[in-house]
């Protein structure tokens, strides 16, 4: 299992700069309302997947008065070997622009820079994902079918996948906001068709691989004659 051995901030909202050594498994943070405590899991995930889970405009994180905001963890991952080092990876932000580093390294990507990392964060605004509009299980779903493709080294390419299916939709938009010729839309589908197809086919074994713990933990949960089904409908 992973683990995040420690975490420095540094100008990063209203947490003092410190360091923290966390425990392997389980940490608990405990305090009043307003001392920090979303501010310290988010600087955790930020450090994970380069973003943040509460906005995207990422000036937001820097501290007031503060030029720059800089999250540092240390992260013990079992999958390079017991005997491996840990692995540092870096995350700064100067006004809009963002830096990551990985071992003193720029990873190739931003999508490689969070597979590295596989994060999972519950809150009270997840509720949506059964209560809300089915985009939020969709985003989920997508998240998942990244990380199961990157098992076969396919994760990037998925990503970029997605990204040409919403340009191409995009485009396609504003193609018919301006009246453009059914040979221009039908450039745009092509793109779509083709990329949308293998986004299909990715939440379909996204889907697969999280029907059987789904299921599990529901039964855990329950304790009821209820029957709980997983299966996902494009």
């Not at 389980?26 to 943040?52: C, D, H, M, P």
């Amino acid at each position: 299992m992973l683990g995040v051995r420690s975490l420095e901030v540094r100008g990063f909202r209203n947490l003092e700069p410190q360091r923290l050594d966390l425990g392997p498994r389980f940490n608990v943070f405990a305090g009043e309302n307003g001392q920090g405590k979303t501010n310290l899991l988010e600087a955790l995930y930020l450090a994970a997947t380069s973003r943040s889970f509460r906005t995207s405009n990422l000036a937001e994180l820097v501290a007031h008065g503060a030029e720059l905001a800089r999250v540092r963890v240390s992260i013990d991952d079992p999958r390079l070997g017991e005997d491996a080092p840990s692995r540092e990876q870096v995350v700064s932000i100067l006004g809009k622009r963002r830096a990551v580093t990985v071992d003193g390294k720029r990873p190739r990507t931003l999508a490689s820079f969070a597979l590295a990392t596989p994060v999972v964060l519950f809150e009270p605004a997840s509720l949506v994902l059964s209560q809300g509009a089915a985009a939020e299980r969709r985003k989920l779903l997508d998240r998942v079918a990244v990380h199961v493709a990157a098992r076969h080294g396919g994760g990037e390419a998925l990503v970029h996948d997605a990204e040409r299916y919403r340009r191409a939709h995009l485009q396609r938009k504003r193609a018919l906001e301006t009246g453009a010729d059914p040979r221009t839309l039908a450039s745009f589908e092509q793109v779509m068709a083709e990329h949308g197809a293998k986004i299909i086919r990715a939440r379909r074994e996204a889907a697969e691989a999280l029907a059987p713990h789904a299921v599990a933990s529901f039964e855990r949960i329950a304790r009821t004659p209820l029957v709980l089904e997983v299966a996902y409908r494009p």
